[in-house]
């Protein structure tokens, strides 16, 4: 008789050799690798382009500078009474141009400033008709008149109008809190805190040119050029050249009036009419 012992050794023997060799077919034959799905893409934050402030037409033409850095407008190089005069018409176009609620004290500011300084504005204007008078004759009314329609047109800069109207409300309210008596002093004072506010706007628009350059250098090949170079403000005002000698301050030399291209210039009238109100001729006499 077979010993069972023996039996099952052999069984075991065999049941291990079998292991032995699935797993020696098992390590010669690994199975095939599974590819990885391949990594989504990577999607590009693109940043708004850049804008020009207050919506300006980006081929708008800015006052040159002179060789202090000074900015060549209306108001540079003009006497203390050009000052004066310059000073007035800014805060009539404010009055009636910044007409949002929170700028209703200029209004009110410019009220009192005609009502307290009348004799001095009237004095004021009839020496700047004599001035012109006496170097331009029979030209005289003519010039002055449209050198004054240049600085109203000035003021009323549709995309300056923020930075302008921000700035004569400071203005006005520094004047019914203090009432000057040297209407003088401190229309000089003011016209510069006026003529910053288009400084800045100046500076923002150089500043917007910069950055929407490096937008389209980095981002505009995404686009294929699409809205690269379109304006918001498309009725903005373009500068215009203007004869030498001709429509400039009495005291300012014709190179003054100079744009950053060469050509003499100032911002031409707007697409809006500026809503001006010179001093009734009464009263500027």
Same mark, same amino acid.
């Given at each position: 008789m077979i010993n069972k012992n023996i039996v099952l050794t052999l069984r075991t023997v065999a049941g291990a050799a079998a292991l032995s060799a699935a797993a020696a077919c098992t390590n010669s034959a690994p199975p095939p690798k599974v590819a990885a799905a391949p990594a989504p893409p990577v999607k590009v934050s693109v940043p708004a382009r850049p804008v020009p402030p207050g919506g300006a037409s980006r081929s708008l033409e800015l006052p040159a500078k002179s060789s202090d850095g000074t900015r060549l407008t209306v108001n540079a190089n003009i006497s203390p009474l050009e000052a004066v005069w310059n000073f007035r018409s800014g805060w009539n176009v404010a009055a009636l141009n910044c007409l949002e609620a929170k700028y209703e004290p200029i209004l009110d500011g410019y009220k009192l400033y005609l009502a307290q300084h009348k004799d001095r504005l009237k004095a004021v204007n009839r020496e700047l008709d004599r001035k012109y008078e006496e170097k331009l004759g029979d030209m005289a009314t003519r010039e002055r008149e449209a050198y004054m329609t240049q600085v109203y047109n000035y003021y009323a800069l549709p995309p300056a109008h923020d930075y302008f109207c921000d700035a004569a409300l400071e203005v006005s309210q520094a004047f019914m809190q203090s009432q000057p008596d040297d209407l003088d002093a401190f229309s000089q004072s003011a016209l510069v805190r006026l003529e910053r506010a288009f400084t800045q706007f100046y500076d923002d628009m150089e500043r917007y040119w910069v950055d929407v350059a490096e937008w389209d250098a980095k981002y505009g090949g995404l686009?294929?050029? +699409?809205? *690269?170079? +379109?304006?918001?403000? $498309?009725?903005?005002? *373009?500068?215009? $050249?203007?004869?030498?000698?001709a429509r400039v301050p009495l005291s300012a030399q014709t190179s003054q009036m100079r744009s950053s291209s060469g050509r003499s210039s100032q911002p031409a009238q707007p697409a809006s009419q500026p809503m001006v109100q010179p001093l009734p001729e009464d009263d500027r006499r």
């Open positions: 686009y294929g050029g +699409r809205g *690269v170079g +379109r304006s918001i403000y $498309t009725s903005a005002p *373009v500068n215009v $050249t203007y004869d030498n000698g």
